[in-house]
T-cell receptor, first 113, second 115 residues
Framework: DQQVKQNSPSLSVQEGRISILNCDYT??????FLWYKKYPAEGPTFLIS?????DKNEDGRFTVFLNKSAKHLSLHIVPSQPGDSAVYFC????????????FGKGNQVVVIP | GAGVSQSPSNKVTEKGKDVELRCDPI?????LYWYRQSLGQGLEFLIY????????KSGLPSDRFSAERTGGSVSTLTIQRTQQEDSAVYLC?????????????FGAGTRLSVL
């Protein structure tokens, strides 16, 4: 069963505009959420995280919002740049108690120059 | 290098053969994880090591899969009698510890193709 879900598998956005990626989770025991970015033939790289005690975390052009009651988080990239073209994975942890991550299937983002 | 290193980067094997995949974590990282990503899927957890012990191996799909870690460093994932459904990218990650704020750093993966 997919405990972390990312719909809309691909997104195209113009350079300079906002990219919004959504993620839903089913397990209320998750208490820490992360976004990873992945380029082809490379491993995922950590982008930004948020603890369940917060509802927003910002790092430069990247902001993650968490709505615990809706079990929903989103990643905003503003402004989008061509180098942001990658697959973005939403991940969650805390249920298993050992830092083990549950991943979504990923969203392909294409930023058009 | 300073990152997680995996070898080989690509492995093609015949159905029924055994394969070994290697992971060199970041120096000093006590926690090590194996995941796999099948085509069109997200990363699927396989096994977690803390030091040389594997307290969580619940993600291993069958008894054909095993893993070990030695010296609190290098880990080897072994798949015996490979099947076509084993074809996937196998990713290794390490983190300084296993607490919630410890970030996992991933290697580039081994792409396994079983013919």
């Amino acid at each position: 069963d997919q405990q972390v879900k990312q719909n809309s598998p691909s997104l195209s956005v113009q350079e300079g505009r906002i990219s919004i990626l959504n993620c839903d989770y089913t397990n209320s025991m998750f208490d820490y959420f992360l976004w990873y970015k992945k380029y082809p033939a490379e491993g995922p790289t950590f982008l930004i995280s948020i603890s369940s005690i917060k509802d927003k975390n910002e790092d430069g052009r990247f902001t993650v919002f968490l709505n615990k009651s809706a079990k929903h988080l989103s990643l905003h990239i503003v402004p989008s740049q061509p180098g942001d073209s990658a697959v973005y994975f939403c991940a969650a942890k805390g249920f298993y108690g050992n830092n083990r991550l549950a991943f979504g299937k990923g969203n392909q983002v294409v930023v058009i120059p | 290098g300073a990152g997680v290193s995996q070898s080989p980067s690509n492995k093609v094997t015949e159905k029924g053969k055994d394969v070994e995949l290697r992971c060199d974590p970041i120096s000093g990282h006590t926690a090590l994880y194996w995941y796999r990503q099948s085509l069109g899927q997200g990363l699927e957890f396989l096994i977690y090591f803390q030091g040389n012990s594997a307290p969580d191996k619940s993600g291993l799909p069958s008894d054909r899969f095993s893993a070990e870690r030695t010296g609190g460093s290098v880990s080897t994932l072994t798949i015996q009698r490979t099947q076509q459904e084993d074809s996937a990218v196998y990713l290794c990650a390490s983190s300084l510890g296993a607490g919630p704020k410890n970030i996992q750093y991933f290697g580039a993966g081994t792409r396994l193709s079983v013919l």
